[in-house]
Antibody
């Protein structure tokens, strides 16, 4: 049973850098892609970006200039950095697993399972 | 970006009755080479992360009760709960994975009438 456990600072000031890490327990780490998704309080879901086991990344263009996703395969962990945060970045941030290919070899991008979520609040 | 629009925003259904949630994409998410719709559905209960219910528009994830079903093709999709149970109270999201950036609908809140 794969489990994702995430952690990071929950309170930031404007202009600081958000940093979160997600550890993967159980299952294969290298066979999947790994994503970050966020959810502002009371609102919907926004995909931030993803990384593969070799470090290849794809980012949402809306955040691309401020986002870095990295991976540490020796620890089965991946991380999110979001620079120059503002109040608009206040959200619950989730890490999630992306199969990237289904059993028939089709490229896919659905998310299962998810981490427990980390509320990050940006306030002066 | 593909915009996903769900309707209604909220829905109240009696226990044991059918619940229907719609999702419309701003462009087709049907990939003609494999005839698959790149559309997933999630359930999010209060204080929990979303949980995958359905992918390929109509394939239930392992362990998802068969009262949940997905249908549709191209730009119009539906999530149906055939007989609402108390534990189905949640917000439901559709998501397209036809192209990046991956995008979600705004969510539909399902309550008991």
């Amino acid at each position: 049973q794969v489990q994702l456990q995430q952690w990071g600072a929950g309170l930031l000031k404007p202009s600081e850098t958000l940093s979160l890490t997600c550890a993967v327990y159980g299952g294969s780490f290298s066979a999947y892609y790994w994503s970050w998704i966020r959810q502002p309080p009371g609102k919907g879901l926004e995909w931030i970006g993803e990384i593969d086991h070799s470090g290849g990344t794809t980012y949402n263009p809306s955040l691309k200039s401020r986002v870095t996703i990295s991976i540490d395969t020796s620890k089965n962990q991946f991380s999110l950095n979001l620079s120059s945060v503002t109040a608009a970045d206040t959200a619950v941030y989730y890490c999630a697993r992306d199969p990237y290919y289904d059993s028939s070899g089709n490229e896919v991008n659905w998310f299962d399972p998810w981490g427990q979520g980390t509320l990050v609040t940006v306030s002066s | 970006d593909i915009v996903m629009t769900q309707s209604p925003d909220s829905l109240a259904v009696s226990l044991g009755e059918r619940a229907t949630i719609n999702c419309k994409s701003s462009q087709s998410v049907l990939y003609r080479s494999n005839n698959k719709n790149y559309l997933a559905w999630y359930q999010q209960k209060p204080g929990q992360p979303p949980q995958l219910l359905i992918y390929w528009a109509s394939t239930r994830e392992s362990g998802v009760p068969d009262r949940f079903s997905g249908s549709g093709s191209g730009t119009d999709f539906t999530l149906t709960i055939s007989s609402l149970q108390a534990e189905d109270v949640a917000v439901y999201y559709c998501q397209q994975y036809y192209t990046t950036p991956i995008t979600f609908g705004q969510g539909t809140r399902l309550e008991i009438k």
